[in-house]
Nanobody
Framework: QVQLVESGGGLVQAGGSLRLSCAASGRTFSSYTMGWFRQAPGKEREFVAA????????YYAHSVKGRFTISRDNAKNTVYLQMNSLKPEDTAVYYC??????????????????WGQGTQVTVSS
């Protein structure tokens, strides 16, 4: 069992930055793929970024590549999402999630077993 708690969301102007954190409980955090997803009002939840258990490989959505960076600290059971050059279209609830597999499928919600409660990110124009 893994419990995930996100933090770091808030209101920021366009062009600004935020860093989201996701703290995980459980001794097996380091064995999980970690992902970030987001959901805007009236839209489906969409993939943002994922990182392998060793942090050796990452995936990014095309819309955030070059602006967002996913990282993890297995000693702290925490995954991060550094968001720079934020745009109004980045406004959404951001969720972290954990999966016990790695591969192209981690770009979808399907393999993720555990989800956090979400943190709101609002980017004003």
């Amino acid at each position: 069992q893994v419990q995930l708690v996100e933090s770091g969301g808030g209101l920021v102007q366009a062009g600004g930055s935020l860093r989201l954190s996701c703290a995980a409980s459980g001794r097996t955090f380091s064995s999980y793929t970690m992902g970030w997803f987001r959901q805007a009002p009236g839209k489906e939840r969409e993939f943002v970024a994922a990182i392998s258990w060793s942090a050796g490989t990452t995936y990014y959505a095309h819309s955030v590549k070059g602006r967002f960076t996913i990282s993890r600290d297995n000693a702290k059971n925490t995954v991060y999402l550094q968001m720079n050059s934020l745009k109004p279209e980045d406004t959404a609830v951001y969720y972290c999630a954990a999966a016990n597999r790695w591969g192209i499928e981690v770009l979808s919600t399907t393999p993720y077993n555990y989800w956090g409660q979400g943190t709101q990110v609002t980017v004003s124009s």
